[in-house]
């Protein structure tokens, strides 16, 4: 530990790091429904929170901003699993031969889902 002369205030706790994560903690949850964005956001506040853990840089608020990070990578990993559990079964040609018969498929089990018309190259 490092004295300090008599008369200086105590140095100010650095809290930068801390802050960042904790923004980008909660971006990723915001981000998660921007087509994943949130997942390289949730992965580059993982990484700065570890660095603010490590250099002491606003433990408590890197703390936290991992947290919702981890959190934002977690729901993004069940609605991908839930997602392609969906999805997969439609694509077996044996049971849906045809575009459309897969089409039909995805809107039955994809609540989202819309087929539309493909364009063809040359034509009206």
């Known amino acids: ?13 650095r809290k930068g790091l801390g802050v960042t994560t ?3 903690g909660i971006a990723a ?16 506040g993982l990484i ?8 002491d840089n606003g433990r408590g608020m890197a703390v936290t901003g991992m947290v919702l990070s981890a959190l934002a990578l977690l729901i993004a990993i069940a609605a991908g699993v ?3 559990s969906r999805v997969a079964p439609c694509s077996d040609r044996s049971r849906y031969p045809t575009k459309a ?11 989202f889902f819309r087929a539309t018309e493909t ?3 040359g034509g009206h």
């Not at 700065?48 to 250099?55: F, K, L, Q, S, Y």
């Open 1 to 13: 530990m490092a004295y300090r002369p008599v008369g200086y205030p105590p140095r100010q706790q």
């Open 22 to 24: 904790l923004v980008l």
């Open 29 to 44: 949850l915001v981000t998660l429904l921007v087509c994943g964005l949130g997942v390289v956001v949730a992965i580059a």
């Open 48 to 55: 700065v929170g570890t660095i603010a853990v490590v250099r």
């Open 82 to 84: 839930w997602f392609f």
């Open 101 to 111: 018969d897969r089409d039909h498929c995805l809107e039955h089990r994809v609540p």
């Open 119 to 121: 364009p063809v190259p």
